[in-house]
């Protein structure tokens, strides 16, 4: 499984070889894991499953926003699948937040999407 670090305030360059999305602003001071997993959550639930998206069709998103070990996350599960594991995890932790996404659905066509997806709504973008 492919690790990949997309951190909130700065996008490592090196984990993100394989696209060059824009570079993401600082977020807004005083801003949690929490708030910027909120974003991402409602965003990823409007972008990729509301709208019919056939690139997540297969797929369902599970929010772990309420965790007590201070990683707020959400999850990509196949649907119907008994496999509960995750094709997808993206987590924020720590001050400043540092925002991680990993998984084998980053080894997919789908992958820069994701990370562009992801960096944007973390730094406030809402469109899809």
Known sequence: MRRLALPAILVAAAGLA???PEA????ANGQSALDIMEKVAVAANTCWFKSGDAAFKAYQLSPELSSFS???RIL???KG???DRPV?????EGKPPR???FGPLLNEDVAPRIRQDVVRWANGGKDC
Do not use: E, N, T
């Open 99 to 101: 925002l991680d996404a």
């Open 76 to 78: 990509l599960v196949r």
């Open 24 to 27: 993401p602003r600082p977020p």
């Open 70 to 72: 201070g990683r707020p």
């Open 88 to 92: 997808l995890v993206v987590q924020a």
């Open 18 to 20: 394989a696209c060059k």
């Open 81 to 83: 699948s008994r496999d």
